[in-house]
Nanobody, 127 residues
Framework: QVQLVESGGASVQAGGSLRLSCVVS????????MGWFRQAPGKEREGVAA????????HYVDSVKGRFTISQDLANNTLFLQMDSLKPEDTAIYYC????????????????????WGQGTQVTVSS
């Protein structure tokens, strides 16, 4: 069974930076879409950033464009989310997600695109 393990969440002040990591325990994800989602209390889980290897594109929700960067270390099966210029509204639990097949991801930021999920890591940004 595939395991996704996130780390890197912390409490920071507004304007600070964090780097989240997601290690995939097994399988090869070079051709599978992978993404980061977040869920704040009382809100729906939201797609934040995603990679679509089939065409080499990255995708971001408007609220994080220019501040967050998704990247992947294929050799070590690790997905990263670099978060800069953090704002209080970025406070949430952040989840790593992976698609189960190599098929095309029509909606890289859609939660139903992904089958495998990590347990989440808490990010808290104070003003």
């Amino acid at each position: 069974q595939v395991q996704l393990v996130e780390s890197g969440g912390a409490s920071v002040q507004a304007g600070g930076s964090l780097r989240l990591s997601c290690v995939v325990s097994s399988g090869t994800y070079t051709k599978k879409c992978m993404g980061w989602f977040r869920q704040a209390p009382g809100k729906e889980r939201e797609g934040v950033a995603a990679r679509r290897p089939q065409d080499g594109t990255t995708h971001y929700v408007d609220s994080v464009k220019g501040r967050f960067t998704i990247s992947q270390d294929l050799a070590n099966n690790t997905l990263f989310l670099q978060m800069d210029s953090l704002k209080p509204e970025d406070t949430a639990i952040y989840y790593c997600a992976a698609r189960s097949s190599d098929s095309w991801c029509y909606n890289p930021l859609g939660r139903f695109t992904y089958r495998d999920w990590g347990q989440g890591t808490q990010v808290t940004v104070s003003s």
